[in-house]
């Protein structure tokens, strides 16, 4: 760890020693993304990591839960202009109006990807252009400029790099990397912000669960629902996250590990998790609800799709009634932060119906070829692995 913090030590006496590529803001000083890529080259590559360059955290025991980390990144427009240039500052808390958009009106949208070490000690991304494009879509629901993807992508690389240290061993975790696209501009009637901030912060994360690896056990929630027609429940939305508090609560009050929403207009259709997507397994078939605007379309469920039709198996995306969830032979959830967790039992009514998992279950086939390409074991044929460097 000395010899780690005399090389981080290096860089930030680096940056602000080089005033060619230093920024001010006010009082503050800041390290642009051309600063900060110059600068971390005279670090270790990171194909070359040890264990001592690693920050000191106990790596066997890693949750889901925050660990604050060196640098974030963060990038500013008005509302008729674009994203231009970002910058890494040192991680900490930032300055919001109280009449702020996001604040008053939850104008704000987030995305969650992971940067992964490989055994060699290099550093990857997973399809971060699919999580850029749908921060796109998102952006546009909700009346707010957005990066370009290559603005986009640069960021998040740039934001690994800098905390590189905190980026867990092969087969530790990983570095979960939230983006964050706010209305920050003061508004006090109803209205798009005047100013907006896109922000990127990292944590190092495990299992989301508490169970860990262990299947789940889902109560269907029929009180609340999660999205309705026309509304947000397609985009990212931080809206769309604190309603699914109180459900999620209760439930995991009475033991259960999270929720499973009907559809708001029959109740009686599968939709979502809390924080995820859900699939069915019935017959050696794989079904999971369509996208139809109140589903996020997530990318992992999105990869899981095409690698289960890659290994011959049928995939349907449509409408699921609750009755035949209750008959599925395997269940499991997917998403960035939950990878592709299996669903042991569900409770619907107070009918408690238990489903396979394990060692030859279907889902542990699909995650096993999932984690294979992430971790390089499985070639990478259609390119879905981002090298950071």
Not at 15 to 38: I, P
Not at 68 to 84: A, L
Request: hydrophobic share 35%; glycine share 8%; with cysteine.
């Amino acid at each position: 760890m000395i010899k780690r913090s005399i090389c981080h030590g290096k860089l930030i006496s680096s940056l602000r020693l080089s005033s060619s590529l230093l920024s001010k803001h006010g009082d503050q000083q800041f390290f642009t993304s051309q600063a900060a890529a110059a600068l971390l080259k005279e670090t270790k590559s990171p194909a070359h990591s040890d264990d001592e360059d690693l920050a000191p955290m106990d790596w066997d025991n890693l949750g889901f839960g925050l660990v604050p980390t060196d640098y974030m990144y963060v990038m500013n427009c008005s509302k008729d202009e674009h994203f231009v240039r970002g910058r890494l500052n040192h991680y900490g808390n930032i300055e919001l109006s109280p009449c702020s958009a996001v604040l008053n009106y939850g104008q704000g949208i987030f995305e969650g990807m992971k940067a992964l070490r490989r055994e060699d000690g290099r550093l990857f991304l997973f399809r971060p252009d699919q999580n850029a494009i749908r921060m796109k879509m998102g952006a546009e629901r909700m009346c707010m400029p957005s990066p370009s993807i290559d603005q986009f992508i640069d960021a998040v690389k740039h934001t690994a790099l800098a905390n590189n240290r905190w980026i867990p061993p092969p087969g530790k975790g990983s570095l979960y990397i939230r983006s964050l696209l706010l209305g920050t501009g003061p508004v006090l009637g109803l209205a798009p912000a005047s100013e907006y901030t896109f922000l990127i912060y990292a944590s190092p994360v495990c299992n989301y669960f508490k169970e860990g690896t262990a299947p789940l056990n889902l109560y269907v929630e029929e009180e609340y629902n999660r999205a309705s027609r026309g509304g947000a429940g397609g985009v990212k939305a931080i809206t769309n996250y604190s309603p699914c508090l109180k459900a999620q609560a209760r439930a995991k009050s009475r033991g259960f590990s999270d929720v499973l929403y009907l559809d708001s207009v029959d109740n009686k259709y599968i939709e979502e998790v809390s924080s995820c997507n859900i699939f069915i397994i019935k017959d050696g078939r794989i079904l999971t609800p369509a996208t139809n605007g109140t589903i996020l379309p997530g990318i992992t469920r999105k990869s899981i799709i095409e690698i289960a039709r890659d290994l011959g198996y049928t995939v349907e995306e449509r409408s699921i009634p609750v009755e035949e969830l209750m008959e599925a032979d395997e269940v499991f959830c997917t998403g960035t932060a939950v990878v592709l967790s299996s669903v042991g039992s569900i409770t619907y009514r107070g009918n408690r119906v238990e489903y396979k998992t394990g060692t030859h279950s279907v889902s542990k086939k699909l995650l096993s070829t999932f984690m294979g390409i992430q971790t390089g074991h499985i070639e990478d044929k259609k390119g879905w692995m981002v090298e950071i460097n």
